[in-house]
């Protein structure tokens, strides 16, 4: 078992309705990969709900870079948006969504992340990680294999 990073977040998705859906969705961080991160998006936001969550994996220093240039040539994009804002859109075969989140949130799990492998340190052992502190809790579930979901569609 790896040290795991979860947080609860808001996502704001932005489509060209006056206003923004919010949804509840989990950023993770998991040791054992530890040059990725995922976010969990509930599966109500899937075009097809019967898959069940939807999960986005892309590199922690992706979305460190966006939080303040843009950042992002490939399936994930992400850049500031004013002082308090982070935009990721996500690109898939089923096309492209646009989510908002506070920037705050983002800073705050990046710098619980690091805290547990700092940047530069994650290809060294990544199986001792010492003690267990108040940023990081032990998953007893299984590792999910990363996939990108459908994105969130847009109403």
Do not use: N
């Not at 040539?73 to 935009?87: E, M």
């Not at 690109?91 to 990046?110: E, I, K, N, T, Y």
């Not at 992340?113 to 940047?119: F, G, H, I, N, T």
Request: hydrophobic share 35%.
């Amino acid at each position: 078992m790896s040290p795991l990073v979860e947080q609860p977040a808001k996502a704001r998705i932005v489509t060209d309705s006056p206003h923004l859906r919010t949804v509840p969705v989990t950023l993770r961080y998991d040791g054992a990969d530890p040059l990725a991160l995922r976010i969990v998006f509930p599966p109500e936001v899937s075009q097809d709900r019967d898959r069940g969550e939807v999960v986005w994996a892309f590199a922690r220093d992706l979305l460190d870079a966006g939080l303040r240039m843009p950042s992002g040539d490939g399936d994930v994009q992400v850049w500031p948006c004013g002082r308090a804002q982070t935009v990721v859109e996500f690109h898939s075969p089923d096309g492209v969504a646009v989510v908002q989140f506070d920037s705050a949130a983002l800073r705050r799990f990046l710098r619980r992340s690091y805290a547990m492998v700092p940047a530069g340190q994650e290809r060294h052992d990544i199986h001792d990680f010492g003690t267990e502190t108040e940023l990081t809790r032990t998953s007893t579930e299984p590792t999910e294999p990363a996939r990108a979901g459908s994105p969130p569609p847009h109403t």
